[in-house]
C-alpha cells in the first residue's frame, strides 16, 4: 500500500475518533436536558431528586456547550456578586511592636486559588482574581477556567501561576471511576501533567492538595500535597518516588512549552510533605508552610533531597484515633520542622515579609505567612543564619486569610503606599499595611 495512503487511514481514524466523542458529548448533554425537565414534574420527590441533579449538572451543561462549539448560546456564569469599595474605610489592629491597617478592596463569594497583581500605565493597580470554584474575576468581569476534561467537579483549582506569560494550573479532578491532580494550561485547557488514580477515591480530600510554588532561576516549585484526612493508602504516597503527591517538584520552564509527551518532565525536589500551602524564597534558603494532622502545622526550610516524614513522623495527632504520631525524624534521617505550631493554626500562604517590617527587624529575617483556623497573620522572625525561630506572632484579622496577592513573576506585590494584598475567604480582597512601629 502506498506511504500517502497509510495518512490517509491514519487521518480517517483521527476524524472518526473525534466524531464519536463529539456524539457522546451529545449524548450526555441530551439526557441532562430531559432530566431537567423533570423538575416541573407534579411528584414532589421526583421535583426534588430532578432540582438536585441539575444542579449537579447545570455547570456541566453550560460547560458542553463550549467544548462542542456551540458557542453562540449563552453560557451561565454563576450568580456571583462583586462590589467594589471606595478606599475609606480601614480598620486596625496592633502586633507587639507594630500597628497593621487594613481595608477592604473588593467582596467577592468563594475562596481563592491565586491573586495576581500589576500596576497598568497610570501606575493603577489591576487584579486577576483566581477562585477555587474555577473562574476568574477581572476588574468587575467574571470568566470561566477552561478545564481540560467535560468530567471536571467542582474539586477545586488550587493554585494558578504564570510562565512565560501563559497562565497554568493545579487542580483536582473527578471522573466515575478515577480521582486525580492535573496541571494544564487555562488557555485551552491542556493537560501537562496529570497524576495516576488515587487509591482510595472514597476518602479524598482535595483540600489537602498543596499548590504552593516558588520561581527559581529557570525553574519553578510546586508542592502538590496528599489530598487526605483518613486514608493511610493515601498518606504513605508521600514516600512512594513513583508518585507525585506528597512532593515539592521541579519542573524547567521550558517543559510548560512541551505537549508532545503525556506528562511533561519533572524531578521530586524534596518528600514526606502532608499539605504544604506556602512556599517562598529567602536568598538561598525555599522555605514552606504545611498543614499538619491535628496540630503539628510546620514551617520548613526545604533542603533539595530531602525527606519531611508524612505520614511516618509529626508533631501532629491522628483523626482517627486522636493518639500522636510518633516524632523519630532523626533516627530516620527525617528534616524535623523549623518550627511546630501547636495547637493547629491551620496555615496557609507564605512570604517574605514587606521591606518595612523586615527592616524593623534587621539584622534578623522576617518571613510572614497567613492564618485560616486563627484567621491571623503570622509572624516568623528567624536568627541570622535561618536555623530557629526566634519570634513567633499572631495578629488577628477576624477572617479566614488564604492567599497573598502575587506579581507574575510569583513575588509579594506591594504598591506605592507600602500596602500588600490578600484574600479572605468567603469575603474578600483586602489590602494591608504595617505602620506606626514603636
Not at 456524539?23 to 414532589?44: E, T
Request: some cysteine; overall charge positive.
Amino acid at each position: 500500500m502506498p506511504r500517502h495512503m497509510d495518512w490517509l487511514n491514519v487521518n480517517y481514524s483521527v476524524k472518526l475518533n473525534e466524531m464519536k466523542k463529539k456524539i457522546f458529548k451529545l449524548i450526555i448533554l441530551f439526557l441532562i436536558i430531559i432530566i431537567s425537565m423533570f423538575a416541573g414534574s407534579s411528584s414532589q420527590k421526583m421535583s426534588a431528586l430532578s432540582k438536585k441533579i441539575w444542579k449537579i449538572s447545570e455547570r456541566y451543561y453550560y460547560f458542553s456547550l463550549n467544548k462542542i462549539g456551540l458557542t453562540n448560546l449563552s453560557k451561565k456564569i454563576d450568580n456571583t456578586k462583586i462590589v467594589t469599595h471606595e478606599d475609606n474605610e480601614y480598620s486596625k489592629a496592633k502586633g507587639n511592636s507594630f500597628s497593621v491597617i487594613f481595608s477592604k478592596i473588593k467582596s467577592f463569594p468563594g475562596r481563592t486559588a491565586s491573586i495576581l497583581l500589576e500596576k497598568n500605565e497610570n501606575e493603577e493597580v489591576e487584579y486577576e482574581i483566581f477562585t477555587q470554584d474555577g473562574f476568574i474575576i477581572k476588574k468587575n468581569n467574571i470568566s470561566e477556567i477552561n478545564f481540560p476534561s467535560l468530567f471536571y467537579s467542582n474539586t477545586g483549582v488550587r493554585s494558578v501561576f504564570v510562565v512565560d506569560d501563559e497562565y497554568f494550573a493545579l487542580s483536582g479532578f473527578v471522573t466515575n471511576a478515577c480521582k486525580y491532580a492535573t496541571l494544564f494550561r487555562i488557555t485551552d485547557g491542556k493537560n501537562l501533567l496529570k497524576s495516576k488514580c488515587l487509591p482510595d477515591i472514597t476518602r479524598v480530600d482535595f483540600d489537602g492538595l498543596g499548590g504552593a510554588y516558588v520561581k527559581i532561576e529557570d525553574s519553578i516549585l510546586l508542592s502538590i500535597g496528599t489530598p487526605v484526612h483518613t486514608s493511610e493508602k493515601i498518606s504513605k504516597l508521600a514516600q512512594v518516588k513513583e508518585s507525585i503527591f506528597g512532593k515539592i517538584i521541579l519542573i524547567k520552564n521550558k517543559e510548560f512549552h512541551n505537549f508532545e509527551k503525556e506528562n511533561i518532565n519533572y524531578s521530586i525536589y524534596s518528600l514526606g510533605h502532608r499539605n504544604p500551602q506556602g512556599l517562598v524564597q529567602y536568598e538561598d534558603n525555599i522555605f514552606s508552610l504545611e498543614h499538619g494532622p491535628q496540630g503539628g502545622d510546620e514551617l520548613n526550610q526545604i533542603i533539595k533531597g530531602k525527606n519531611y516524614g508524612w505520614p511516618i513522623s509529626s508533631f501532629g495527632t491522628r483523626y482517627s484515633d486522636g493518639k500522636s504520631y510518633p516524632k523519630i525524624y532523626s533516627n530516620l534521617s527525617y528534616e524535623e520542622p523549623l518550627f511546630a505550631m501547636l495547637p493547629s493554626v491551620a496555615p496557609s500562604a507564605l512570604n517574605l515579609c514587606p521591606e518595612n517590617l523586615s527592616n524593623y527587624y534587621k539584622p534578623y529575617n522576617c518571613l510572614m505567612g497567613l492564618s485560616l483556623k486563627e484567621r491571623s497573620i503570622l509572624i516568623f522572625v528567624l536568627n541570622t543564619n535561618n536555623s530557629k525561630v526566634i519570634i513567633f506572632e499572631k495578629i488577628k484579622l477576624g477572617g479566614r486569610l488564604r492567599h497573598f496577592g502575587l506579581n507574575k513573576a510569583g513575588k509579594l506585590f506591594v504598591d506605592n503606599t507600602d500596602h500588600f494584598y490578600i484574600s479572605m475567604d468567603k469575603d474578600g480582597l483586602y489590602k494591608i499595611k504595617f505602620d506606626n512601629f514603636r
